[in-house]
């Protein structure tokens, strides 16, 4: 089994403060999920990002934040529209998916999973085992879930990674994103951030910064940490560039693609 990560920041324009999906970008990325599955048989579930669809809602509405109980049904109706602009999203990548020939189903997070202070307490897998069973691709995605202590809350694509992981015990786990990996330090606004080809502490970052301005979820820290716990239950992953030309495919085919393996092993 392969869980696979596709973040927002590829699918999306993420700068952007309306929604826009990278139609090509999807595509491709269709296209080489499609050879791969095309050449040889393996279970595969999606999770994507929210991108650019979910991060301006999310920061909007401040959806996760606590808030006094007169704000309860404008709150109600942010958690609503964030819901709605996610599917969108998601319905994007079903489509395309589906055009290419992938059998995609789409197990939306706030249909099933449930949370406590911003971590997933409740999820029931047993449908995604079910739609594998039966050669679906389960498409998971960022998402907004009742919170038991704040109402609401979001729930990024990288702590759906690690819940399904944790859960489901995949053979491979890969984040695709657009840099080839962690850096001491954000590579998009420092030339001399270097490499990690492996990766086992928050300690060998230079800085904490996050990502995108838009970005309420954590940006390449917050994933580190969600990938850093799922080191802790021995459980490897990678992350790779997903813009650069057949990095999905090959690495759905098990061949060597650079990237950053998370692990608390040396
Ligand atoms: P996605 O939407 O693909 O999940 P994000 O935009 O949330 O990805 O996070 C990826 C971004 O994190 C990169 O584009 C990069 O600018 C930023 N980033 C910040 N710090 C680092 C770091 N130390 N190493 C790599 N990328 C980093």
């Known amino acids: 089994m392969i869980i696979l990560k596709i973040g927002g920041s590829i699918l999306t324009n993420k700068d952007s403060q309306s929604s826009e999906v990278d139609a090509a970008s999807l595509k491709r990325i269709a296209s080489e999920i499609k050879r791969s599955l095309d050449n040889s048989e393996k279970e595969l579930i999606i999770v994507h990002g929210a991108g650019s669809f979910g991060h301006p809602p999310a920061k909007k509405h401040k959806i996760g934040e606590e ?16 819901q709605n602009e996610v599917k969108k999203l998601n319905m994007f990548i079903c489509e395309a998916f589906i055009d290419e020939g992938i059998p995609a189903i789409a197990v939306p997070a706030s249909g099933f999973i449930t949370a406590a202070d911003k971590r997933i307490t409740e999820g029931d897998l047993d449908l995604f085992r079910r739609y594998l069973d039966k050669g679906f691709v389960p498409i998971i995605y960022g998402d907004v879930v009742l919170d038991d ?23 491979v786990v890969v984040l695709g994103t657009d840099v080839d990996g962690v850096y001491n330090k954000n590579p998009k606004t420092h030339e001399d951030a270097i490499f990690f080809e492996k990766f ?7 800085t904490l910064e ?12 917050g994933k580190i940490k969600e990938l850093l716990s799922l080191a802790d239950l021995g459980i490897e992953s990678k992350i790779i560039n997903a813009e650069v030309e057949d990095n999905i495919f090959k690495v759905l085919e098990d061949k060597e693609v650079k990237g950053t393996v998370i692990s608390r092993g040396n």
């Open 67 to 82: 808030f006094d109980k007169s704000q309860y049904p404008e709150k109600r109706l942010g958690f609503c529209e964030i």
């Open 149 to 171: 202590e704040l109402e609401f809350c979001v729930i990024s694509g990288d702590q759906l990674i690690q819940y399904l992981a944790k859960n489901l015990n995949p053979d």
């Open 200 to 206: 086992s502490s928050l300690e060998d970052l230079d």
């Open 210 to 221: 996050g990502t995108t301005n838009v970005d309420v979820t954590g940006g390449m820290v």
